[in-house]
């Protein structure tokens, strides 16, 4: 296997590979086990191709299920000088790693390992090492012969040593339990015995391991060699600065049981707390950063719970809280773990309401529903919530010892932790009545941790884009309301103002396509230039810094240059806040959303002018939030010491590889994958088109390798929302899981087709004349060209686009045949009905929050919602239709049945396939298969004018489920009367 990959990396030989794989195909189809997957016997298009000018073959199961690739982001590492990458690579579909290769950047030495997860360098860049089932490897680097330990069970490395980039040490366990302690710089061993448990704290400045004797537990310095031993211990827990340890204790023979505190500058053992009997046991403890101060939470014989507190210069550990103290509301009871805020002076914890007995109902008495419009909530959701878990976040402040309760069932906090003095809370609704909801709900407080009090900010805050500024001076938000500007509070003063009012002309966030809703925000905050006090944003296009004290005028960073080219520029990497200081240099990511281009630019803060071009190409590289497609790139990966980073690099026709570069400017090659090219392949085009009302859309066209533009084709429109930007993303091929194929079209192009996924754009309260406005204007245009069979066209969506599909369907005559899956045919059934998962209306997603954009008040807008109802016009139906809706799936069954009783009714012609294992797509291989051959004999039939398969003409009795697939072609009867496809196939 691993010279196979190697092979593979080499890229060499690809004719000799294509044959020998040509081979491996033609063994797989034609053996007797793998009959019933007979590709060239059932699938009519396998074997019948307009062109074959390149005489490759075509995408088989073989091809799918041994497909190799270098999984996207996954085992991706580099040496900290720069020299070495280790990647994995996978030889199966799903993309699952199988082996890891290490491999020079400045050289052509290469090594695989056998392994699926990723090991690390060693500080020093002269070694690496992973781990193989029970086998060890120690990879001396350019060398071709590892160390192997044999009879490994598992290692660790210290956390920061491995968030680094650099690691000094491992520890691993052997069978027979010795633990083995390795400086990896040095050589040097250490070997502990008779070990049952062993990690690193977080900075890697002590191994603990523990005995089975007398629960001994032994912390060894790494730096002095020096080991501190403790006995009876059931628990421990390091500081993160490594300075400090607490340990819980447990003598069966003395019945004793307590809590130690370890200062490890002098390994001296402080006991500060003991339980009064054995039934207290700590349920879990918790050290602040700097190590000088304890919580830990109580458990009595009656389950229950409290806090209790000690820090340095205490002799004991305090009680603070039970469930009765003061500052606890009756019927709340102290829950979970109890653990210190970011800044180290207030201790969270959890509240939940007392589990009261279910009253005893009288047996005589009328059990009755008494549902009232008034009601706040719907009968059938509120056992849901009756029963549901929920927990409230409160604090306490040691020094006054004041109890705030900061969350209720009302209240929720919205940052993602509690920073400094402050914690910032939001209203929530508390009732389904959604079309009362701007009569003031949604109300935004900043309350204080020292007292509790509160004030309340008069901006609608968006809840996802709320930061506190480093120094904790400084709250900064996004106004979720039709203003669209970012706020900064001061939290000293109570001050709040508009930062971005002074943007000339510029949309933060991004606006709902429904004009009558808010803005929905993303997370576009960048950073922080602490220097300066501003915090970096973005808009549609550009980097702004805004002036957190409102008194400069934002500076936009990038001058205006992404929103003047149409490129949206964002900063590389994995989207994390960080902190800049002017002069510094930051690399930004790039893509052009009118060529699709991908690539980086390079800025520096503080000095004005457009930012400078590093590369911008026909490739992709790294994802963006704000485009659309199925592919998600990798972010750079930069070495520790070294300013050399790796990137991968994909076109729609050159698979993803990995690069070397210094400077974003010249990429090296280090690998060469390119299975595609042992295949009938696609290509790709993006096309500019009218929709039907004028306004010009986009779309991309996949075509054959071995198009022949003097042939027509037929093409299949697949479609969801925006998905133009997908243009140079290299798709894997796949089975055909659900109708769509947008990000999988390989199959169908390799076997003749050509697929076209154009972008949707929306109007607002209105998706089915949206999706017709784009899809149909999609149609006319693919007409026009010469290489396509107009009469030959499908179409094909599921889930949400298969909702947008059923409109297409009853309105459109374009399509020879479609496929739909798990799609609304009923929205006003379905508004008016209750979901599954919480028994709730669904109304508000019918009229608000429906994917695209919701129709609107349904009594306001009748006719509009009886258009959108698509089984109601499957009279006007003139397509042949696929439909797909498994037994499993949470999309409501009732909408498939709906339609496919009308069409049955009406004596269109429909099929429906329905997996009994399966839910919203398919995942079980057997399951892949059978559909991947029903879909493309659908369409192969009605586009391509081949024999119906037996399943078409005879279809499946329930008797012979699961004994006849009748997959074979039947060139002899009729898929529905007056077929003209069968007529002419009964002819010839």
């Known amino acids: 296997m691993n010279r196979l990959i190697l092979f593979f990396l080499l890229g060499i030989n690809s004719n000799v590979l294509a044959q020998n794989n040509a081979i491996l195909v033609n063994k797989n189809v034609q053996g007797k086990a793998d009959e019933r997957w007979n590709l060239g016997r059932f699938v009519w298009s396998h074997t019948h191709q307009l062109s074959s000018q390149l005489g490759k073959p075509i995408l088989d199961f073989n091809a799918i299920d041994n497909w190799v690739s270098f999984p996207v982001g996954k085992n991706v590492t580099i040496s900290p000088d720069g020299q070495y990458i280790a990647y994995g690579v996978s030889t199966n579909r799903l993309g699952e790693v199988d082996s890891i290769v290490l491999q020079s950047t400045i050289s052509g030495w290469r090594q695989s390992l056998g392994g699926s997860v990723n090991g690390f360098f060693s500080a020093d860049s002269k070694l690496y090492f992973c781990q193989d089932k029970e086998e060890l490897c120690f990879m001396a680097l350019g060398n071709d012969r590892p160390r192997k330990v044999k009879d490994v069970l598992s290692y660790h490395v210290p956390l920061n040593g491995n968030l680094s980039g650099k690691n000094e040490w491992i520890a691993y366990q052997l069978k027979n339990k010795d633990v083995v302690l390795q400086n990896l710089l040095t050589g040097i061993e250490k070997r502990f015995s008779g070990v049952v448990d062993y990690g690193f704290d977080r900075t890697g400045k002590c191994l603990a391991y523990q005995l089975s004797n007398d629960k001994e537990l032994v912390v060894y310095c790494l730096s002095t060699g020096i080991a501190y031993r403790f006995s009876f211990v059931i628990g421990y827990r390091f500081s993160v600065s490594g300075s400090a340890l607490s340990l819980i204790i447990s003598n069966s023979s003395t019945n004793q049981s307590g809590l130690l505190y370890v200062d490890l500058s002098d390994g ?21 950063d700097s190590g000088k101060q304890l919580v830990f939470v109580v458990q009595d014989s009656s389950k229950k719970n409290s806090i209790w507190y000690w820090r340095v210069g205490l002799e004991k550990a305090e009680m603070l809280l039970k469930d009765n103290s003061i500052g606890i509301e009756d019927g709340l009871l102290i829950q979970g773990m109890a653990s210190f805020t970011d800044n180290n002076q207030y201790i969270q914890f959890s509240l939940a309401p007392l589990t009261k007995e279910k009253k005893v109902t009288d047996p005589d008495a009328v059990q009755v529903d008494v549902w009232s419009y008034m009601d706040t909530i719907l009968q059938s959701t509120q056992p849901y919530l009756l029963d549901k878990a929920v927990k409230f976040t409160a604090v306490l402040n040691p020094e006054n010892m004041k109890v ?24 929530i609704s508390n009732n389904d009545r959604f079309w009362e909801r701007e009569s003031g709900n949604n109300k935004t407080f900043v309350v204080s941790l ?45 001050k709040l103002v508009n930062i971005s009012g002074r ?64 490129i949206i520029i964002r900063v590389s990497g994995e989207g994390k806040m960080g902190i800049y200081k002017s002069k510094d240099t930051l690399l930004l990511k790039a893509f052009n959303r009118q060529s699709k281009f991908n690539g980086y630019y390079r800025m520096v803060l503080g000095v004005p002018g457009k930012p400078e071009k590093l590369y911008m190409g026909p490739c ?46 010249n990429y090296h090659p280090l690998t060469h994958l390119q299975p595609q090219k042992n295949y009938n392949w696609f290509t790709t085009e993006l096309h500019s088109y009218k929709h039907l009302d004028g306004i010009m859309g986009q ?13 027509k084709y037929p ?15 290299f798709l894997p091929p796949n089975y055909i899981s659900s109708p769509v194929i947008f990000a999988k079209p390989a199959w169908m192009v390799s076997h003749g087709y050509l697929v076209f996924v154009p972008d949707i754009r ?60 798990a799609g609304t045919t009923n929205i006003i059934n379905l508004s008016l009905s209750l979901a599954r998962d919480n028994l709730g209306s669904r109304l508000e997603w019918g009229e608000l929050d429906s994917y695209g954009t919701g129709l609107g008040n349904l009594w306001l807008n009748k006719i509009s919602w009886m258009d959108h109802t698509s089984v109601l016009s499957a009279d006007k139906v003139v397509s042949p239709l696929l439909q797909f809706h498994s037994k499993k799936d949470g999309a409501p069954v009732e909408q498939a049945v709906q339609m496919y009783i009308a069409l049955r009714r009406l004596e269109k012609p429909v099929w429906w396939l329905q997996y009994d294992e399966e839910g919203h797509t398919i995942g079980k291989v057997k399951d892949l298969r059978d559909f991947t051959i029903r879909y493309t004999q659908f369409f192969d039939h009605y586009l391509k004018n081949a024999p119906a398969p037996r399943w078409m003409t005879e279809g499946i009795p329930y008797k012979l489920k699961g004994i006849e697939s009748r997959f074979e072609l039947d060139s002899k009867s009729y898929c529905r009367k007056k077929c003209s496809v069968c007529k002419k196939n009964n002819m010839e």
């Open 503 to 566: 943007v000339p002309s510029v949309q933060f966030g991004v606006r709902s396509e429904d004009t009558n809703r808010t803005y929905n925000t993303v997370d576009r905050m960048i950073g922080w230039l602490e220097d300066e006090g501003c915090v970096l944003v973005a808009d549609n296009y550009d980097i702004w810094q805004l002036d957190l004290y409102g008194n400069k005028p934002p500076v936009n960073c990038t001058n205006g240059y992404g929103r003047q080219h149409n």
């Open 620 to 665: 992709f590289m790294e994802n963006l939030n704000g485009i659309g497609g199925s592919g998600s790139g990798m972010y750079p990966v930069k070495a520790a010491d070294a300013n050399i980073w790796i990137v991968q690099r994909q076109t729609a026709t050159e698979a993803p590889n990995y690069y070397v570069t210094k400077d974003f400017k």
């Open 699 to 711: 779309g991309v066209l996949y075509k054959p390798e071995n198009f022949d533009s003097t042939k």
């Open 404 to 427: 705030i309760q900061l969350e209720s069932e009302n209240e929720k906090i919205i940052t993602r932790g509690i920073s400094g003095d402050v914690a910032v809370v939001q209203t």
């Open 450 to 494: 020292k007292d509790g009090s509160r004030k309340s900010l008069t901006e609608k805050v968006g809840a996802p884009s709320v930061q506190f500024s480093p120094n904790g001076e400084y709250l900064v938000f996004f106004n979720g309301d039709k203003i669209g500007n970012y706020f900064s509070y001061n939290l000293r003063s109570g």
């Open 268 to 288: 001296k053992a402080i006991p500060i707390w003991q339980a009064s009997s054995n039934n207290s046991t700590i349920s879990d403890l918790q050290l602040d």
């Open 762 to 821: 929306f109007i607002p309260g209105n998706w089915g004349l949206s999706t017709m406005n784009s899809i149909e204007g999609a149609a006319r245009y693919l007409k026009t060209l010469s290489y396509v069979d107009g009469e030959h066209m499908g179409a094909a969506g599921h889930s949400n686009s298969g909702r947008f599909g059923y409109y297409l369907f009853t309105h459109s005559n374009s399509f020879a045949a479609m496929s739909i899956g």
């Open 715 to 729: 093409v299949i429109i697949t479609f969801y929302a925006s998905l133009s930007d997908q243009l140079y993303q």
